[in-house]
């Protein structure tokens, strides 16, 4: 509430909110969108940000989570939706993964490995500075653990190590490589020539069917082949998802306000995704 009044409203006001207390809130500045710039609501599995982004009708953006349980808090979302009196559809959801792209799949492959130990699975801080008890939910929390452990490392989490010790750090590199092969499977990390993305993302977006799609590079990677990276995903794979998005009836949030589909004439919504292709490929 407070972002869209400093968005649209002159000031100065007082602002009096549920959380926040402003006694002098003067924007010198407002956004060139009007009403507003959209409003699309990241997270990772927490089903109360889910559930409040549903309510509000915004975009929800699953933030490099695993299909399968991104598709049940997308069915959420849609459950939310349908008492809020809408259809949730693609223009609800977006994705964002980490992808590399390069001429071949063994090369594409082995730059992947740099998000592995760059900003992705290792992270920057300890589990409990980014998660201070108290800052997520019980389920939230059941939710995440699941989604950074790794199955094949039992009673071990790919978080949980002490990033001032040698040692411990070149463990985890070694573990986090070994793993990278399962990351690649469940479609954590998507790597391969524009070809081998292109097979790989379309099933994705038959899984999940997303309307928002965004690519996430990062790790150590020489400037020559990031730039090889994002050229071929510019002119090669981006046209040829949007091909696929069009073939599919993947809306986008631009050509479908979300929150105005209207409720199937049953009266019960639609689920979201294809369950049967993501448990036949299991």
Known sequence: DFIIQAWTRPGPFRFEGK??????????VLPL??????????????PETVVWTAQHKYPYVALATMLKPTRELWNMYAKIAADQGYQAGPENFGYLQPVFCH??????????????????????????WMFPPGYNSKEATRRLASQFANPNLPGRSTVDHDPENEAEVQELKRRLYDSYPDWQKQGQIVTGSPKTLVKKLRYIFEVLRPGIFSFWLDGPVPLKDRRTCVKLLGEEVVPALREIAKEMGLTSPFEIKPGTRPMPASGKYEPIGNAELLETSA
Request: glycine share 10%; proline share 12%.
């Open 19 to 28: 959380h926040f207390h402003y006694r002098f809130v003067n924007p010198w």
């Open 33 to 46: 969108q009007k009403p507003h710039p959209p409003i699309w609501i990241p997270g990772l599995i927490s």
């Open 103 to 128: 001429e071949t799949d063994e090369k594409a492959a082995e730059f992947g490995k740099a998000f592995l130990f760059g900003g992705g699975f290792s992270h920057f801080a300890r589990p409990e």
